[in-house]
């Protein structure tokens, strides 16, 4: 199905829809994050991610989407009264495609996070949210970037060349939003 503009009579402009999973647990120095490292035939391979995923369908809003990826990526139950929305990022990739990441905190849930998906995932584990595992995709790094410095959004557009994974030396990419009545609030 097209989706066209009544009044110009032209296609709209449409972005995927993406899905992260923030599951924060206390650990013994502060709080900590489960990332994955992406595997195989997959974008980004070899690097360090939030469990995410798309939004299947019109069916699919996005609590039920986040709670479905991560069933499937970690094996974690979660009830949709634990989910969170925390943050918003605009992306645009090296290679010119955007897409809008929803970044939902979760800090109840149920069972341990295991590798379900050996295919596109080879490790998991817990990782300080201020010191998270690299080489990770810059614009997951960018989410939690938000996520800590309490923040409701982020554009994060890369420009062609620019690597995929984040680099403390490469451009700094990210630009962080405020939300209103932003009182400079973080999670530091």
């Known amino acids: 199905m097209t989706s066209y503009d009544s009044v110009a009579?032209?296609?709209?402009?449409?972005?995927?829809?993406?899905?992260?999973?923030?599951?924060c647990r206390d650990g013994g120095r502060g709080a900590e994050v489960l990332l994955s490292r992406r595997a195989g035939d997959v974008y980004a391979a070899g690097l360090w991610h939030l469990p995410s995923g798309h939004l299947d369908g019109p069916h699919e809003d996005m609590v039920e989407a986040v709670i479905r990826e991560a069933a499937e990526e970690t094996g974690v139950v979660i009830d949709r009264a634990d989910v969170t929305l925390a943050v918003t990022v605009h992306h645009r990739s090296p290679f010119g495609g955007a897409r809008i990441g929803l970044f939902f905190e979760v800090r109840r849930f149920g069972g341990e996070p295991r590798v379900m998906e050996p295919a596109v995932c080879d490790a998991m584990g817990w990782y300080p949210l201020d010191a998270p595992a690299e080489p990770m995709v810059a614009y997951c790094r960018a989410g939690l970037d938000a996520y800590r410095a309490g923040r409701p959004g982020a554009v994060h557009f890369h420009q062609p060349g620019d690597p995929v994974p984040y680099r403390a030396d490469g451009p700094d990419r990210?630009?962080?939003l405020p939300g209103a009545g932003d009182g400079g609030n973080s999670r530091d």
């Open 9 to 23: 009579g032209r296609e709209r402009y449409r972005l995927t829809v993406d899905v992260h999973l923030i599951l």
């Open 174 to 176: 990210t630009r962080l």
